[in-house]
């Protein structure tokens, strides 16, 4: 199957009654993204907006649903800190050819989530994140980042193989530790 196609499935799976507030933000964005709403920054009502996610959702089906949106995921991760490679970025453009929609369907999710919020089991996977393709940490979980000095190179941990550790790092340094 080409990424970023449409397909229909005719699965039990596609029965299953798509319920909003089990679907991650990213979830939500990819469904949005893969529906009939129209191109263009426009707000909408929300009965529309949940009837698009949950169209998308109904589309590719939870699998490939949760795939594109852990893909998303990393890829954003990446893009934040100028570390999505040639690869990575090309799979994500094929996958997301429009920009611009990926954006607007992004904050469309968002604003059905200040809405309707979310599961609690939702919520504990809402950061889930993976790699299309070579990590720029090759799997070691650091990435090598030339300094001004001439001693040579830190290493960063990986904004997506090392995300418990980075999200436990500033949860502590909120705390106060
Ligand atoms: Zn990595």
Redesign the pocket.
């Known amino acids: 199957m080409m990424p970023g196609t449409i397909t229909e499935r005719h699965t039990a799976e596609a029965i299953t009654p798509v319920a909003i507030r089990d679907l991650t933000g990213a979830e939500r964005t990819v469904a949005l993204y893969v529906s009939d709403m129209p191109n263009g920054r426009r707000n909408h009502a929300n009965e529309q907006v949940r009837a698009w996610i949950v169209q998308g959702a109904e589309r590719l089906g939870m699998e490939e649903l949760r795939r594109r949106a852990e893909y998303f995921r990393g890829w954003r991760l990446l893009d934040m800190h100028g570390l999505a490679t040639a690869q990575i970025q090309a799979r994500h453009e094929q996958r997301f050819p429009k920009a611009n929609r990926l954006i607007w369907a992004d904050k469309t999710a968002a604003g059905n989530i200040s809405r309707e919020g979310m599961t609690e089991a939702t919520r504990l996977r809402n950061g889930a994140a993976a790699?299309d393709g070579d990590?720029?940490?090759h799997g070691t979980?650091g990435i090598p980042v030339q300094t001004p000095f001439p001693d040579g190179s830190l290493m960063m941990l990986?904004p997506?193989?090392r995300r418990a550790e980075i999200d436990a790092h500033h949860r502590a340094r909120r705390a106060g530790h």
């Open positions: 790699v990590c720029p940490c979980g990986c997506v193989h």
